[in-house]
Every structure is written in structure tokens, then in C-alpha cells.
């Protein structure tokens, strides 16, 4: 199994910035594919940025230029450094993995509330 375990979210306000974390634990060897997602009030999760095991790099069309998603591999650890957040960025977001045959990881989510 894999653990996935966030950190750094919480209140800003619009036009502010922070850095989620995402530390994976177990058989972190099979990961392929890394990211984050999000989920607000009365919606869908809804992908945020991925990044590959060859390093592409996927972000929704919501957040391109605003948000920046990086890894370390040595540390097991993937970021989203977050810019210019807007109050529709406010959201449950959740760190994601995806593993050769054990499928799909999910993180416990960290709440990012932006205020206007």
C-alpha cells in the first residue's frame, strides 16, 4: 500500500499564496503518477495538476500560470506551490497517486479557504 499525508493548507486571502505538501509512505517504488485534486461544496473533485514519472505535467485550464506542481523524489514528496489564489480556489484538496496494480491512492485532503 501507499500513504499519502498533506499539509500546508488553510486561510489566505484573494491574491495570496501557499504550498501544499504530500509526503508518500509505503511502496512509494510503484507510483507512477502524482498530483492533486480538489473538491468544493457541492461539487465534483475535479483534477487540479498531475505530474508523470517522466515529469509531464498536467494542469487544469482553472489554474495554468497560477499554480505550480513540483516533486522530490528523494524525499517522496510532491508540491503545489499556489499563487494568486481566487475565492472560487477554495476547495478540499486532495493529494492523489497512482500505483502499477494497486491502482489509485488518495490523501485525507487539507482545507484551502481563500476570502475575498
Known amino acids: 500500500q501507499v500513504q499519502l499525508v498533506e499539509s500546508g493548507g488553510g486561510l489566505v486571502q484573494a491574491g495570496g499564496s501557499l504550498r501544499l505538501s504530500c509526503a508518500a509512505s509505503?511502496?512509494?517504488?510503484?507510483?507512477?503518477?502524482r498530483g492533486w485534486y480538489r473538491q468544493a461544496p457541492g461539487k465534483q473533485r475535479e483534477l487540479v495538476a498531475t505530474?508523470?514519472?517522466?515529469?509531464?505535467?498536467n494542469y487544469s485550464d482553472s489554474v495554468k500560470g497560477r499554480f505550480t506542481i513540483s516533486s522530490d523524489n528523494v524525499k517522496n514528496t510532491v508540491y503545489l506551490q499556489m499563487t494568486s489564489l481566487k475565492p472560487e480556489d477554495t476547495a478540499v484538496y486532495y493529494c492523489?497517486?497512482?500505483?502499477?496494480?494497486?491502482?489509485?491512492?488518495w490523501g485525507q485532503g487539507t482545507q484551502v479557504t481563500v476570502s475575498s
Open positions: 492523489w497517486a497512482r500505483t502499477t496494480l494497486m491502482g489509485n491512492h
Open positions: 505530474i508523470g514519472s517522466g515529469a509531464t505535467i
Open positions: 509505503g511502496r512509494t517504488s510503484r507510483i507512477i503518477a
